[in-house]
């Protein structure tokens, strides 16, 4: 491998020319070629399998992955997981039938097998100065030509919960509602006690001791003050909204969070394409 960061389909399509190519990968990502026996597995031509040289016991690789049971080809599968990982606006079903040329039916059903795979395993709570942002999305519910239904619009949207570690990662949830509540739940579940925080000024962090907590006035259009800012996570809300305008035509709060989770991920492994495309291959065969 050389040390680019990009890569591309030519890559993808050097290292993973054949289904025997792709199977070999999974098989040395997830076992040994030493069997206990001594022996030594080898792959059975024309078949899914690995075998040991002596003892004779197999092993099917992609069993128990989500390319178990699949009719689709494993190359299809690896380029679909290609296609996703250089996806930083997202992609839907339809696009991924497009581009693979696979039925709509089949193109869903990898993508959604993908983004399952994709939950940020990270449990490690954010630390040093962390940004926190509320963002309200999806559910383009008309609010009435004097806003009458305005509530009931407001009702339609998803409430998600955004915190950053600055030089670090980012984590996005949904929330029940936009309360004090489910902001000291989200923040007890993944900052951590000593971290520095940065806000605005709802009143969603009144609750919060002053001394660990930094905000910004936007009503009094007070935008920053020194590294006193919002800044990241509010560009990440802005580059999410619109991102889903353009991918997803329409939007559930039921699949927002795989959305999210998808987001999160590619802001997480955006700095090198190579490196991407090998920590979701890596992801979905631990899956
Ligand atoms: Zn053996």
């Given at each position: 491998m050389s040390r680019d960061t990009k890569y591309s389909i030519k890559n993808l399509q050097k290292d993973f020319p054949t289904?025997?190519a792709c199977?070999?990968?999974?098989?040395?990502?997830?076992?040994?070629?030493?069997?206990?026996?001594?022996?030594?597995?080898?792959?059975?031509?024309?078949?899914?399998?690995?075998?040991?040289?002596?003892?004779?016991?197999?092993?099917?690789?992609?069993?128990?992955?989500?390319?178990?049971?699949?009719?689709?080809?494993?190359t299809l599968?690896f380029h679909a997981i290609w296609i996703?990982s250089n996806?930083?606006?997202?992609?839907?079903?339809?696009?991924?039938?497009?581009q693979l040329?696979?039925?709509?039916?089949?193109?869903?059903?990898?993508?959604?097998?993908?983004?399952?795979?994709?939950?940020?395993?990270?449990?490690?709570?954010?630390?040093?100065?962390?940004?926190?942002?509320?963002?309200?999305?999806?559910?383009?519910?008309?609010?009435?030509?004097?806003?009458?239904?305005?509530?009931?619009?407001?009702?339609?949207?998803?409430?998600?919960?955004?915190?950053?570690?600055?030089?670090?990662?980012?984590?996005?949830?949904?929330?029940?509602?936009?309360?004090?509540?489910?902001?000291?739940?989200?923040?007890?579940?993944?900052?951590?006690?000593?971290?520095?925080?940065?806000?605005?000024?709802?009143?969603?962090?009144?609750?919060?001791?002053?001394?660990?907590?930094?905000?910004?006035?936007?009503?009094?259009?007070?935008?920053?003050?020194?590294?006193?800012?919002?800044?990241?996570?509010?560009?990440?809300?802005?580059?999410?909204?619109?991102?889903?305008?353009?991918?997803?035509?329409?939007?559930?709060?039921?699949?927002?969070?795989?959305?999210?989770?998808?987001?999160?991920?590619?802001?997480?492994?955006?700095?090198n394409d190579r490196?991407r495309f090998a920590?979701?291959l890596?992801?979905?065969?631990?899956?």
């Amino acid at each position: 491998m050389s040390r680019d960061t990009k890569y591309s389909i030519k890559n993808l399509q050097k290292d993973f020319p054949t289904d025997e190519a792709c199977l070999a990968f999974i098989f040395d990502t997830l076992h040994s070629h030493k069997c206990s026996c001594g022996g030594e597995y080898r792959p059975v031509k024309g078949r899914k399998q690995f075998q040991c040289s002596k003892c004779r016991f197999q092993i099917a690789p992609a069993s128990g992955t989500i390319f178990h049971k699949s009719d689709t080809p494993l190359t299809l599968w690896f380029h679909a997981i290609w296609i996703f990982s250089n996806a930083k606006s997202g992609i839907s079903a339809k696009e991924m039938e497009r581009q693979l040329g696979v039925t709509y039916k089949c193109a869903w059903r990898i993508l959604s097998l993908i983004r399952k795979a994709l939950k940020d395993e990270n449990k490690d709570k954010l630390g040093g100065d962390v940004e926190i942002d509320t963002g309200f999305l999806g559910g383009r519910h008309y609010a009435g030509r004097n806003n009458e239904k305005l509530s009931e619009s407001i009702a339609k949207k998803a409430v998600v919960n955004v915190a950053y570690e600055r030089g670090g990662r980012i984590v996005a949830e949904i929330a029940t509602d936009n309360s004090s509540e489910s902001m000291r739940g989200f923040v007890e579940k993944y900052v951590s006690q000593n971290a520095r925080m940065y806000t605005d000024s709802s009143r969603v962090y009144h609750q919060f001791n002053e001394r660990d907590i930094e905000k910004v006035n936007h009503n009094k259009r007070e935008f920053s003050r020194g590294t006193v800012h919002i800044n990241t996570v509010e560009t990440f809300f802005a580059h999410l909204k619109r991102s889903m305008r353009g991918t997803y035509k329409v939007l559930s709060k039921k699949h927002l969070q795989s959305y999210l989770d998808l987001f999160v991920w590619h802001y997480n492994n955006r700095h090198n394409d190579r490196e991407r495309f090998a920590v979701l291959l890596g992801t979905v065969l631990h899956a």
